[in-house]
């Protein structure tokens, strides 16, 4: 999870938001209409604003189906159903984030600080781990611990790691004893937002001293 700055919310919603939320705390539907929340306006501001990654899990979402989420489930609270604050692209795990853990415990990706998060969850290689309880409570909430995402991880540190392992080879070969900035930025890139699993790659660049 990284800090996503929330675009302004979108003219779709400026216009139509309270009509769609009137309209549906009048129905009898336990859900709104996917075409209303998820219209292309507002799922590509929601998708730009994390360079198409899931805001909880930083896999790239790019060419899968995926789906506009509610921060807090619409069963939750109604009123919500299309309130900008409240969207977010989709926890892409294929299964819902834990209900029975309140959003408020949790840390909430628009709102807390790349500094913040840090402050709570921390890796180890490809696994996820907690530095607080809330850390622990975000992590089971939005399943940022489960097979899938560590071998998806795994992928990634194996990209990480080939590049880092044939810089130092080219040290070698030209018998030099630093890195150039070019090539530490080659590192670097890993950690910055637009890239998955970013926050993951903050920690394994300290861990090789690359700053
Ligand atoms: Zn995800």
Not at 3 to 8: A, D, L, T
Not at 89 to 106: E, G, Q
Not at 113 to 134: C, M, N, V
Not at 177 to 196: G, I, P, V, Y
């Amino acid at each position: 999870m990284r800090h996503v700055e929330r675009k302004p919310e979108p003219n779709i919603l400026l216009l139509k938001k309270d009509e769609w939320t009137e309209k549906f705390l009048e129905s009898e539907k336990n859900r709104p209409d996917n075409a209303k929340y998820g219209h292309s306006e507002i799922k590509s501001l929601l998708y730009s604003a994390s360079h198409n990654k899931c805001y909880y899990c930083e896999t790239i979402l790019k060419g899968k189906p995926s789906e506009i989420d509610h921060l807090i489930e619409v069963s939750e609270n109604k009123s919500l159903a299309f309130e900008w604050t409240n969207l977010s692209c989709d926890n892409c795990n294929d299964k819902l984030p834990n209900r029975s853990i309140a959003v408020a415990d949790t840390l909430n990706p628009c709102i807390d600080s790349d500094e913040e998060i840090r402050k709570h969850l921390k890796f180890e290689d490809e696994q996820i781990t907690f530095l607080t309880i809330k850390g622990d409570l975000t992590i089971q909430k939005f399943k940022l611990s489960s097979e899938r995402l560590d071998w998806c991880r795994m992928q990634e540190l194996k990209k990480f790691h080939k590049l880092l392992i044939a810089l130092k080879d080219k040290l070698i070969e030209d018998n030099r004893t630093c890195m150039n900035a070019d090539e530490m930025d080659k590192l670097k890139r890993f950690s910055r937002f637009d890239h998955c699993y970013s926050l993951m790659f903050q920690d394994v660049l300290i861990d090789n001293n690359i700053r």
